[in-house]
Nanobody, 116 residues
Framework: QVQLVESGGGLVQPGGSLRLSCAASGFTFSSNGMSWYRQAPGKEREFVAFIGSTGRSTNYADNVKGRFTISRDNAKNTVYLQMNTLKPEDTAVYYC?????????WGQGTQVTVSS
């Protein structure tokens, strides 16, 4: 059974940083690309970042490029999202995503709130 468990969210002031983690199980983590998405209140879920199976390829949404960094540790079956210079508009529930075996799998999400 595929499981994705996010952690690391919280309340942070504008300009601050957070690191999200997503622990994966139930599939061969090192063979799958991983992504982060987010959903703000009243808005559709949007793509944030992607990392390839080896970690060599990454892709970011334009509105986080240069501020967020996605990484992974295949020995720990974990993907990370380092978020720097956070803005109020980054406030959202952040979700980990993978599609092993061709089926979309989502974590339960972790809340990130950027506010003074």
């Amino acid at each position: 059974q595929v499981q994705l468990v996010e952690s690391g969210g919280g309340l942070v002031q504008p300009g601050g940083s957070l690191r999200l983690s997503c622990a994966a199980s139930g599939f061969t983590f090192s063979s799958n690309g991983m992504s982060w998405y987010r959903q703000a209140p009243g808005k559709e879920r949007e793509f944030v970042a992607f990392i390839g199976s080896t970690g060599r390829s990454t892709n970011y949404a334009d509105n986080v490029k240069g501020r967020f960094t996605i990484s992974r540790d295949n020995a720990k079956n974990t993907v990370y999202l380092q978020m720097n210079t956070l803005k109020p508009e980054d406030t959202a529930v952040y979700y980990c995503y993978a599609a092993p075996f061709g089926f979309a799998s989502w974590g339960q999400g972790t809340q990130v709130t950027v506010s003074s």
